[in-house]
């Protein structure tokens, strides 16, 4: 169509009626004769045309309006199509394990983070996006669940950062947290792991266990407390299976849950490779205590307790000799006398005939300390036996020796001797009649030196 002439200007008379649509033409006589009215058919077919254009400008802003609203989660580091909300557990997600019900902690209220993670892994990329929800047991407020979730840029970023999320779970920087159980759990995700901690805080200790795993470029964290022992990790694994079902679901997003299996593996190496970390370790008074080591060296002077027999420590058939020794500090209820510690010395052989040659000279030389007229008071504790890296075995035994120095002094250790393949490591304790570990603290401990044996 031409571009419609103005009418012209009225200065007088009715209020002139509002123009036509469409415009009149140029030749405004002509449009005005019936001979050039636009046929009834032609402007059926105008009407259909525009009806159809405004169709298409609808849908293209419906369209462009999704690919908008996708672009904000994409930005916000959401994986298309999945909600905040969608990615968390539920009060009901819960509900079968460690409580008989559980109440969200209310949006805007300050949630803890899962213990031993609470900060991002560092040397690697930041998370996009972090999301968090809290509960506590409706009915033992002491016992709490956070759920925390991270979204990535990409899956090669949340990879690292799960790497880094390992090796935050085996040496955790929590001053009163031990690491006693680690676990491999297959079929739920890309990639999943769990760890059990037992947290000796004031008032009075508790039992986490945090399952952590990378869907995509996502990683789920689940951290459950309980007063009376660990939640076990296939709970865990379980409760989250709805949230990582939303991200599967979307597609490019990594492997969807099924029934998931859990396998206890070693702790992943954590600050002196083969040697005990310092969360191997528990503390003797619940929220205080933090543990300090050495690093590994020659010195072997004033190990023993006098029972291991005559040369020892040094072993000529070894072809290295190392010793750590680990100190618990920062405890008011530890002897003013001495720092409480432990001296780990481990034994490397060509083979594991020699090692082994040791190992029976040590138990036979410690197990028959208390002779008769000797100054020795020998308890023999329980048997070490345990599997390490790749299945290798473990196997050892426990000592309480006591040395009666004087009338009045008697000196008491803790000792252990352990052997992992071509490795034997002996572990000696000083604790006092008060101030001592338990018996089943002290197998644990021989027991991960072990683990941590064949991981050189």
């Known amino acids: 169509f031409a571009p419609a002439q103005p009418a012209p200007q009225q200065t007088s008379g009715p209020t002139p009626a509002p123009p036509a649509w469409p415009p009149p033409t140029e030749n405004a006589s002509l449009a005005s004769t019936p001979e050039n009215t636009e046929p009834p058919k032609r402007r059926r077919g105008l009407k259909i045309f525009i009806l159809a254009l405004v169709g298409l400008v609808i849908t293209v802003l419906v369209v462009v309006g999704i690919m908008w609203a996708l672009s904000q989660n994409t930005m916000a580091g959401l994986p298309p199509g999945v909600s905040a909300s969608e990615q968390l557990v539920t009060s009901q997600d819960l509900s079968d394990f460690g409580a008989a019900g559980w109440t969200q902690v209310p949006d805007g209220q300050e949630v803890a983070l899962p213990l ?61 947290a031990q ?4 676990y491999e759990v297959s079929s739920v995700a890309d990639q999943a792991e769990a760890v059990t901690i037992y947290y000796q ?60 299996g859990v396998v206890k593996i070693v702790p992943p190496t954590a600050d002196n490779r083969g040697w005990l970390a310092k969360a191997d370790l528990p503390r003797i008074t619940n929220g205080a205590g933090v543990w300090d080591s050495t690093s590994p060296t020659t010195s072997l002077q004033s190990l ?87 299945s290798v075995p473990i196997s050892g035994e426990t000592y309480a020796v006591e040395q009666r120095k004087s009338e009045n002094e008697v000196v008491r250790y803790r000792v252990a001797v352990v052997l992992t393949a071509n490795r034997m490591a002996y572990l000696m304790a000083n604790p006092t009649d008060s101030y001592d570990f338990s018996d089943a603290q002290w197998v644990a401990i021989a027991l991960r030196a072990g683990e941590r044996l064949s991981q050189f």
């Open 116 to 176: 031993c993670m609470n900060a991002e892994p560092s040397n690697t990329a930041a998370a996009n996006r972090t999301d968090r929800r809290g509960f506590t047991a409706t009915e033992d407020a002491t016992q709490t669940a956070v759920h925390s979730v991270y979204t990535y840029a990409d899956e090669a970023n949340a990879a690292e950062a799960f790497s880094g999320r390992r090796s935050q779970a085996s040496s955790c920087s929590e001053t009163t």
């Open 179 to 182: 690491v006693i159980g680690y």
């Open 201 to 260: 805080a004031e008032p009075a200790a508790t039992y986490h266990t945090v399952f952590f795993s990378r869907t995509g470029r996502v990683i789920s964290i689940l951290d459950i407390s309980s007063p009376t022992g660990p939640v076990p990790p296939v709970s865990l694994a379980t409760a989250t299976t709805p949230a990582l079902n939303q991200l599967c679901a979307q597609g490019e997003q990594g492997i969807c849950p099924s029934t998931p």
């Open 304 to 390: 023993g307790t006098q029972c291991e027999g005559d040369g020892f420590p040094v072993v000529s058939s070894a072809e290295e000799t190392l010793r750590s020794t680990y100190i618990l500090g920062d405890d008011p209820n530890s002897p003013p006398s001495r720092a409480m510690g432990i001296d780990e010395v481990v034994y490397t052989f060509s083979d594991l005939d020699k090692a082994e040659k040791l190992v029976d000279k040590l138990i036979n030389n410690i197990s028959s300390c208390q002779q008769p007229g000797s100054t020795a008071t020998v308890e023999i504790g329980y048997p070490i036996q345990g599997a390490g890296l790749n």
